[in-house]
């Protein structure tokens, strides 16, 4: 099985930045698109960000755009998530997200293997 492990999450305040990361094993990571979700208690399941294999191309839920950036490193089995100027309202527990679809998608149905999840909380 597909095994993704995140890390990296914790408490900042608002305005500050955190890098989680994701690790992948039992898979051939190359081939898979790669996406974060979030879940806020009481909330969805909410998509934030995804990345294709080649990572030229990605996609961003219109609350993150031009504050958060996705990356992968095929060669470490890794993609990670660089959130600048983090707001309350982004506080969530973050899922990293392996799927076999073509190309990006939000749907968390497409997505086949999930991580433990990392809390993420920012203070106002």
């Known amino acids: 099985q597909v095994q993704l492990v995140e890390s990296g999450g914790g408490l900042v305040q608002a305005g500050g930045s955190l890098r989680l990361s994701c690790v992948a094993s039992?898979?051939?990571?190359?081939?898979?698109?790669m996406g974060w979700f979030r879940q806020a208690p009481g909330k969805e399941r909410e998509f934030v960000a995804a990345?294709?294999?080649?990572?030229?191309?990605?996609s961003y839920a219109d609350s993150v755009k031009g504050r958060f950036t996705i990356s992968r490193d095929n060669a470490k089995n890794t993609v990670s998530l660089q959130m600048n100027s983090l707001k309350p309202e982004d506080t969530a527990v973050y899922y990293c997200?392996?799927?076999?679809?073509?190309?990006?998608?939000?749907?968390?149905?497409?997505?086949?293997?999930w991580g433990q999840g990392t809390q993420v909380t920012v203070s106002s």
């Open positions: 039992g898979g051939t990571f190359s081939r898979y698109l």
């Open positions: 997200a392996a799927s076999t679809a073509w190309d990006t998608t939000p749907r968390y149905d497409d997505y086949n293997y």
């Open positions: 990345i294709i294999w080649s990572g030229h191309r990605t």
